[in-house]
């Protein structure tokens, strides 16, 4: 498969930025945010029941609705300015490329090994911070009349949620027309919680750190509504009563639970004991705080919930265990967030978690894992007038193998784990996966 890049423009808001508006203060959040780019991909398969359209027409749709909705999200229409830890909202635009793509999309789509190659040029790259758009878009359109769209935003100005929350108010301007849009998107972080002189820390988040990683492979593992369900029947099920969970595992937390438990059975077999392991947990932290913000603010507001696995020599590796680890760092977070009267407390929150994910990765033999949860983000919901996506992709550019990402299926009932491990790691992984679904664990 080949990738033409077709066109490339700028497309600025609709209505220019009011002066009072055109300089946005970041917030202390944002400055802890790691240096990367937050990328997805909406693949669209042609089905008989598309209206949208001869391509040309959906570029000229996408373009129109694109310049309406920056007005509401006039900060990705600007550039950033390092020296004051702000955005110029200078109405400069997101940069939009069209590219034709050789092939078919159905063909991609079942050859994950070919998917993750083409990763690369399906959305934009080649960013240079100082003076590249905060926002990049590109319209791919395959030889079969499917699509996709890559959509590429800077992570120093929005979270998973403050993507989602574009991308679907995008959609919908598209559809059915700005004046359909009923979010308001503010930015309120910056003047909420200021920079800061930021403590001197080692970064959990670094995709670089502990240097580079030969033959990464990435594999997609999918849990049905069914097979979750057993997971739950095997988390809670004992027969000694003070082992029993104290709760109700959720979908998330049972499916976070096997893989960390999955995973550290694979750092035992390649190195002949158990080792302890840190899992690092996104939380949203919008909601969970007394701090009164609007309604769909946007930015950064993200904290990690730490879980730790210290094996002793009555360790056993049990799923229950490893779901109420991850059930007992989420919500001692949530219990934290709800005590804290004022920014200043979130931020020393946040700067504690990084500082605990730092110090115990840097103990001797210690593995460090981060997963992300896009979980009841409408991800699947994103539908620019030509139907609903038939797969949805957060692309990782790093080689960052100990990241996961988890997102909904596209009936919304099940799971998608997306892991990278190196090909040794992988086949384990497979393997004791394999086991734990048939009962074996």
């Not at 009072?20 to 991909?41: E, I, V």
């Not at 990049?136 to 989602?164: E, K, P, R, V, W």
């Not at 509504?225 to 739950?232: E, G, M, V, Y």
């Not at 158990?274 to 690092?280: H, Q």
């Amino acid at each position: 498969m080949k990738v033409q890049i077709l066109s490339r423009k700028f497309i600025a808001p609709s209505f220019p930025t009011p002066p009072n508006l055109q300089n946005l203060k970041l917030s202390c959040f944002d400055q802890l945010a790691a240096p990367l780019h937050g990328l997805f991909l909406f693949y669209y398969l042609p089905n008989g029941e598309d209206h949208g359209g001869n391509n040309a027409e959906r570029s000229k749709k996408l373009e129109k609705s694109l310049s309406e909705t920056l007005t509401l999200f006039y900060p990705l229409g600007g550039r950033s300015i390092k020296e004051n830890f702000s955005i110029e909202c200078n109405d400069k635009g997101a940069e939009y490329l069209e590219a034709q793509v050789s092939g078919s999309l159905s063909q991609l789509l079942e050859r994950e090994e070919l998917e993750t190659e083409m990763w690369w040029h399906l959305v934009p790259g080649n960013f240079q911070p100082e003076n590249s758009p905060l926002l990049t878009i590109q319209f791919n359109m395959f030889d079969c009349g499917g699509l996709a769209i890559g959509t590429c935003m800077a992570h120093s100005i929005a979270d998973g949620y403050t993507i989602g929350t574009f991308v679907n108010a995008w959609a919908t301007a598209c559809r059915i027309g700005i004046e359909k849009v009923h979010c308001r998107p503010s930015f309120p972080f910056g003047s909420l919680f200021p920079p800061k002189n930021i403590p001197t820390i080692s970064s959990v988040c670094d995709p670089t750190r502990g240097g580079e990683i030969n033959k990464v492979v990435k594999k997609t593992f999918v849990f049905n509504r069914a097979t979750i369900s057993k997971l739950k029947e095997i988390a809670t099920s004992t027969h000694d009563s003070n082992q029993l969970l104290k709760h109700q595992p959720t979908r998330v937390e049972v499916v976070t639970g096997l893989v960390w438990m999955i995973l550290t059975k694979v750092a035992q077999a390649i190195h002949g004991h158990l080792r302890p392991s840190i899992f690092g947990i996104v939380v949203n932290m919008r909601g969970k705080t007394s701090i009164t913000m609007p309604e769909y603010s946007c930015g950064n507001f993200v904290n990690f919930a730490i879980a730790e696995f210290v094996p002793d020599d009555g360790s056993k590796i049990e799923l229950r265990d490893f779901v109420n680890r991850v059930h007992a760092a989420t919500r001692s977070l949530v219990d934290d967030f709800a005590k804290a009267s004022s920014g200043d407390d979130l931020f020393w929150i946040k700067i504690k978690k990084m500082r605990e994910a730092s110090e115990a990765w840097e103990k001797p033999e210690t593995d460090l894992y981060m997963v992300s949860s896009l979980c009841r983000f409408p991800l699947y919901e994103t539908d620019f007038g030509w139907g609903k996506p038939s797969w949805v992709r957060l692309v990782d550019k790093t080689n960052n193998y100990s990241a996961i990402v988890i997102l909904d299926t596209k009936d919304g009932d099940g799971i998608e784990v997306v892991i990278r491990l190196d090909e040794s790691r992988m086949l384990l992984f497979q393997q004791n996966l394999d086991l734990a679904l048939t009962g074996n664990i």
